[in-house]
Structures are given as C-alpha cells and as structure tokens.
C-alpha cells in the first residue's frame, strides 16, 4: 500500500473515471470520501459517500463541514465533476448553458475555494477537463468552453496556492470507456457511432480505460512533486497534433 495514511476527497467518484479512482486510491491504502448526487451507487466500495450536488454552494459549504468532521485534513482533492451533452451550438438552450457551466466551472471552482484550507501543505488538487477543449467537436462546443475555464483557473490556483505548497494539476482525458463515454441523454445509436468515432480520430486507435485514468490522478496527486500548473493528456494522441 503505497500511499498508506493518506486522505483524499473525490467529487463525482460513484462512477466512472471517478470511481475507478476512488478505487485505485482505496488499493493504495488511501482513506476516501466521495460524492455524488446521490450515494446508491457507492454501495459495495470502502469509502465515506456523501451525496452532495457540486453545483449547489449550499452542498459544497456542507461537504467541507462533512469533511473536516470526518477526515480533519485531506492530501488531495480531486474534482471530477462533469456534464456534458452532444448539442450542435444553434440547438443549446440557456438552460443547457447554464448547467454545463454551473456543474463543470462554477461547481468545480467553489469546491475548490472551499475544501483548500483542508488540504495539507504538500497537498494536491486534481482537475478533470477534457480533450475537447483542444479540438473542434460539433456538439461539444459549451462542454469545451465550461472545461477551457476550469484549466485557465487551474493556472491560477497553481500560483494562488504555490506558498502552501500546494500543486494543482489537471487531468485531461479523451475517448474514455465508460458507461456513457462522459455524455448525458444521448440514444445508444448515437453513443455507438461517437464510440465508433473515438477509435477512427485517435492516434492510438483505441478508446482508454478508466484504470490508465485513475494512474494519471495518482501521478499527478502524490508522485509529480515538482509539477504544478500542468495538464496531463490521457487522450492516446488525439488533442496533441498527431496524425491519426
């Protein structure tokens, strides 16, 4: 168990890439809380599950009372909150704005501003973006707008939080086997032509797994010690000008 006695907070960590990592963080001997909004799916995994809407200021204040009380102090914090639909932009409503923007950027921030003081000097905070932010993906357009936001803060933290040493990083993530492949309400033949999509555009020619994911995070969180301010691609080429 390499990261014996550490403690980490993951948002968005009931499924998925989020999950995947509360996982890999539990083998490694590492204390978790997660979130989600609900806490039906964390049954079965050995951590503290609270449900909690990140793009809610009243969860977000409670979360960071529900931590302290439970955890103290934390090492690292990963924020993998996400939402995302494929939308073409003259079909976006402001509704659909609006929650892209208050899940992926406003949530993401405040969880931050909020759950840093318990973050222990040497600690770390981890960002989920997306490999969207680099490309052009009809549908996608305010996802890798709201997402573009969270890495330009991210920038910002880094520099905010240097003398806590305190390194904040991000995680950037292309076609990715989940369940939903990181989309929301979608009908299944859409989501297999995006699938079939992923794996003719990426270099690798593959979609990645949420275990090279959740290595990715772990990196970032306990091993780049002398990595601040960056963005790690778990993309198989695709956002980095590779020819497919």
Request: cysteine-free.
């Amino acid at each position: 168990m390499k990261h014996l006695g550490k403690k980490a907070v993951v948002i968005g960590g009931t499924h998925g890439m989020g999950r995947a990592t509360v996982e890999m963080l539990i083998e490694n001997g590492v204390e978790v809380v997660l979130t989600g909004r609900t806490t039906e799916k964390a049954e079965g995994i050995k951590a503290h599950a609270i449900a909690s809407n990140a793009a809610d200021l009243n969860d977000i204040v409670k979360l960071k009372a529900e931590v302290a009380q439970r955890l103290q102090d934390i090492d690292l914090l990963f924020i993998n909150v996400g939402f995302s639909t494929l939308t073409p932009f003259d079909e976006a409503s402001e509704a659909d704005y609006d929650r892209t923007f208050d899940v992926n950027t406003k949530g993401a921030f405040f969880t931050a501003q909020h759950l840093a003081p318990l973050i222990k000097e040497g600690g770390s905070i981890v960002f989920t973006t997306s490999v969207a932010v680099n490309l052009g993906s009809p549908g996608l357009s305010v996802y890798a707008g709201a997402k573009a936001a969270v890495r330009a803060f991210s920038r910002g933290l880094a520099a905010e939080l240097a003398p806590r040493n305190i390194r904040v990083n991000v995680v950037s993530p292309g076609f990715i086997d989940t369940p939903s492949m990181g989309v929301t309400g979608v009908p299944q033949e859409v989501l297999d032509e995006f699938k079939e999509e992923g794996d003719r555009i990426t270099p690798l020619k593959r979609h990645g797994s949420m275990h090279e994911v959740a290595t990715a995070v772990l990196f970032l969180a306990f091993d780049a010690t002398f990595t601040t301010g960056a963005e790690l691609a778990v993309d198989g080429g695709l956002g980095q000008g590779l020819t497919a």
